[in-house]
């Protein structure tokens, strides 16, 4: 069988649907799948094992420039509609149902399937879908992704945990001789502090007050950063602390794998968090505006810290407060983050001992 599977981005939401893959590739072991994402992270999916192509789009390049993306965006439409008009595909399936993905279903002639008007995040897509699908809202978005593609599919869906499907052992060996190359220490905590949203980035004032307490305890610490805003914040985060090192300026994959490689991450609500879930790498998520049982970071080693702020989910992009000190995220205060940040690493070090088959009392 071979689908053509559109999911642009955001990252997190990338994350979201492997689980779904694998599901499909388990239950249809000759599954090939042509996947339509966002040019920055298609180095990523094409790890997953049901992935044969993937077909890059600029699209955050396009949204950017505003109208004056329109012409580059009618440019690769066309482009796109040349590439994949003559291919061979048993369906197609929208996995975003958003408007930005759903304008895309028409690219080939196979049938199309995507979430039905109660289901998808923007009502209005599922118009474009020839098979509407039926799945709640209330519930994870990993587990939305794996009904959808069953019953798209038609397969039985399983209730095995999810997997993503992604080399963790290959990614751990490119970032070792990454770090290597580098100078950077190979056994690390990392900070991923960066995220779109205003609304869920946590006082820096805090960051800061956390990386002088594992500085103190000569724990390494990695900080990434995407923006220059970001690069700016992880600068001062660092500024005069030994172990607290700024990573160089790299892609989402190259982030992925020094993620992989940690002893442990702490971070906001962010598509870097859900690698970590991903990787089985113990995940300390912070979270104020969005809802932990919809769209929180989804494994076995994940725990997260919820803001007790009374708005709280509020799903806003932007919060009404200029300072944001009084925003939902300053509910969760340094003590939390350093305790349970100080438990898993312990765990992970036990966990380490005893694999090694070393004894642990």
């Known amino acids: 069988m071979r689908i053509l599977l559109i999911k642009l981005t955001s990252l997190g939401d990338i994350v979201h649907a492997l689980p779904a893959l694998s599901d499909a590739l ?49 440019s690769q439409w066309r482009k796109l509609r040349r590439q994949l008009r003559g291919e061979t595909y048993d369906c197609v399936i929208d996995a975003q149902g958003l408007l930005k993905s759903a304008n895309l279903v028409f690219i080939n002639k196979a049938p199309t399937f995507g979430f039905n008007f109660q289901s998808a995040r923007e ?28 019953k798209a599919l038609n397969y039985a869906r399983n209730d095995n945990p999810a997997r993503y499907s992604l080399e963790a052992r290959k990614w751990k060996s490119e970032a070792s001789e990454f770090l ?37 305890r000569t724990v390494d610490v990695l900080i990434p950063w995407g923006s220059n805003d970001e690069h700016d914040r992880a600068q001062r985060l660092s500024k005069n602390l030994a172990h607290v090192h700024v990573l160089p300026k790299l892609s989402i994959v190259e982030v992925g794998k ?12 962010s598509g870097l ?22 769209i929180g970071h ?4 994940q725990r997260m810290i919820v803001s007790t ?11 009404k407060e200029a300072d944001n000190e009084k925003c939902c995220m300053a509910a969760i205060n340094v003590d939390q983050v350093s305790r349970e940040l100080h438990d898993m690493l312990a765990n992970h070090d036990r966990n380490q001992l005893s694999t090694s088959g070393r004894n642990v009392k």
């Open 26 to 74: 388990a239950a249809i072991p000759d599954l090939r799948v042509d996947w339509v994402i966002e040019e920055s992270y298609a180095e990523m999916v094409s790890q997953h094992p049901a992935v044969e192509n993937v077909i890059p789009v600029p699209y955050r390049t396009i949204r950017k420039q505003g109208l004056g993306g329109l012409p580059m965006a009618i």
């Open 123 to 150: 009502p209005l897509a599922a118009a474009l879908y020839k098979n509407r699908i039926q799945v709640s809202k209330n519930q994870h978005a990993i587990e939305r992704q794996r009904q959808l593609f069953a």
């Open 180 to 216: 290597q190359q580098h100078e950077l220490p190979s056994d690390y905590l990392m900070f991923l502090h960066g995220s779109a949203w205003t609304t869920k980035t946590w006082p820096e004032s805090r960051w800061r007050q956390l990386a002088e307490e594992f500085n103190e």
């Open 258 to 269: 020094i993620i992989a490689n940690a002893r442990a991450v702490a971070g906001v609500d």
């Open 273 to 294: 968090g859900h690698i970590a879930a991903a990787f089985d790498v113990p995940g300390l998520v912070l979270i104020g505006p969005t809802d932990p049982e919809l």
């Open 298 to 301: 989804y494994g076995k080693l």
């Open 309 to 319: 702020f009374p708005l709280a989910p509020c799903y806003r992009r932007q919060c």
